[in-house]
């Protein structure tokens, strides 16, 4: 992997990840771009005691334009986009409309292909490494930044998770502040490490799992499973078999196998609902420990979390979507339509002949 770093015209970072070593990155962002103006703000919940980014400059921010608008294509045939080059593998930039800015985190973009028409399930073993390459790059980047505490990467994909902008890509978040679903995490961890005596949950859960009826998919360095209490119709946790706090923490041999095993699960994915359905919409997390000291969790430390990865969809079955409401949304207790044992039935009978 060769990494290129440069600048748009209006100052913000913009890295090229390219497969071959000899590729040259010189091109210049000739577009008039004034100085990106932001006004995030991080607000804390005195009654949850979580935190809320106010953003109101994303109001502004580009929305499902036409293709040949896109602003994650290359620039070619005299139009400028967001990437000053003729063509890309992969490439980061900071998001010129950002829910984290400054103190307050950053937000990247992550084009995964310079092909506008493709999506993560069609990369090909290389291309998805190299992504993961990206991801961990950026994870350990980020992480010494002094505003930053959690590096989250993700993917929204489809218009029903309420993507604007259909080019296949993801983004990144460097939170200042340990977010509240791993704060929750972390709290049973430290629960369940007292009550066994050092036994680590996350161990637990995947060994659990493994003698179970609801793997997915298995390889010799990574185990995809529907969970037990699965919130979402259809959901997937992917975890390494060897626990690691974070992507940086992944051996060769994992990150070897990574692409095959999370290309599949992808694939099988566009596969729950039938052939002739559109395309399953879902969202992919990384999760992974933050950084610095996790004092306030009675004993535990990054090396008792575990990365993985969880995938879901918010469509319960063929034309219909799981909506977020009064139980989901007022007190964050999910309903699920889907037996989680049905779910991972179905999607070990879709797998890749």
Same mark, same amino acid.
């Given at each position: 992997m060769k990494k290129t770093s440069t600048r748009l015209a209006d100052g913000r970072e913009l890295i090229y990840y390219d497969l071959a070593d000899d590729t040259v990155r010189d091109a210049v962002d000739r577009r008039p771009l004034d100085a990106t103006v932001t006004t995030s703000e991080i607000r804390r919940d005195e009654l949850l005691g979580d935190s809320v980014a106010i953003a109101s400059h994303r109001q502004g921010r580009t929305y499902h334009p036409p293709a040949d608008e896109c602003p994650l294509c290359p620039s070619?045939?005299?139009?400028?986009? /967001?990437?000053?080059?003729?063509?890309?593998?992969?490439?980061?930039?900071?998001?010129? *409309?950002?829910?984290? =800015?400054?103190?307050?985190?950053?937000?990247?973009?992550?084009?995964? +292909?310079?092909?506008?028409? =493709?999506?993560?399930?069609?990369l090909g073993e290389r291309q998805a490494r190299l992504v993961l390459d990206a991801w961990t790059d950026r994870t350990s980047e980020l992480s010494h930044l002094p505003s930053v505490e959690q590096v989250f990467c993700f993917e929204n994909r489809g218009v029903e998770i309420g993507v604007t902008l259909q080019?296949?890509?993801?983004? %990144?978040?460097?939170?200042?502040? +340990?977010?509240?679903?791993?704060?929750?995490?972390?709290?049973?961890?430290?629960?369940?490490? /007292?009550?066994?005596?050092?036994?680590?949950? *996350? $161990?637990?859960v995947v060994e659990r799992e493994r003698a179970g009826e609801r793997v997915v998919l298995e390889g010799e360095h990574w185990?995809?499973?529907?969970?037990? =209490?699965?919130?979402?119709?259809?959901?997937?946790?992917?975890?390494? &078999?060897?626990?690691?706090?974070?992507?940086?923490?992944?051996?060769?041999a994992a990150r070897t196998e990574f692409p095959r095993?999370?290309? /599949?699960?992808?694939?099988?994915? $566009?596969?729950?609902?039938? /052939?002739?359905?559109?395309?399953?919409?879902? %969202?992919?997390?990384?999760?992974?420990?933050? *950084?610095?000291?996790?004092?306030?969790?009675?004993?535990?430390?990054?090396?008792?979390?575990?990365?993985?990865?969880?995938?879901? +969809?918010?469509?319960?079955?063929?034309? &219909?979507? &799981?909506?977020?409401?009064?139980?989901?949304?007022?007190?964050?207790?999910? %309903?699920?339509?889907?037996?989680?044992e049905r779910a991972a039935e179905r999607l070990r009978e879709v797998a890749s002949s």
């Open positions: 070619r045939d005299g139009r400028l986009s /967001e990437i000053p080059d003729a063509s890309y593998d992969v490439v980061v930039f900071e998001n010129r *409309f950002p829910s984290l =800015a400054g103190d307050s985190g950053r937000c990247e973009v992550v084009c995964f +292909t310079s092909d506008h028409d =493709a999506s993560f399930a069609s080019h296949p890509h993801g983004q %990144i978040y460097a939170y200042p502040f +340990t977010t509240p679903r791993t704060a929750l995490m972390l709290r049973q961890v430290a629960a369940h490490k /007292e009550a066994t005596g050092g036994e680590n949950l *996350f $161990d637990a185990v995809a499973f529907v969970p037990y =209490a699965a919130h979402w119709p259809y959901e997937v946790h992917l975890y390494p &078999k060897r626990r690691v706090p974070d992507l940086l923490g992944l051996d060769e095993v999370y290309l /599949e699960l992808l694939r099988r994915f $566009d596969r729950i609902f039938g /052939e002739n359905e559109p395309p399953t919409p879902y %969202i992919a997390a990384w999760h992974q420990a933050p *950084f610095g000291q996790l004092a306030e969790f009675d004993g535990v430390t990054r090396d008792d979390f575990a990365l993985h990865l969880e995938l879901f +969809t918010i469509r319960r079955t063929s034309g &219909k979507l &799981k909506f977020l409401a009064g139980s989901e949304s007022g007190m964050n207790v999910f %309903i699920n339509d889907v037996p989680p």
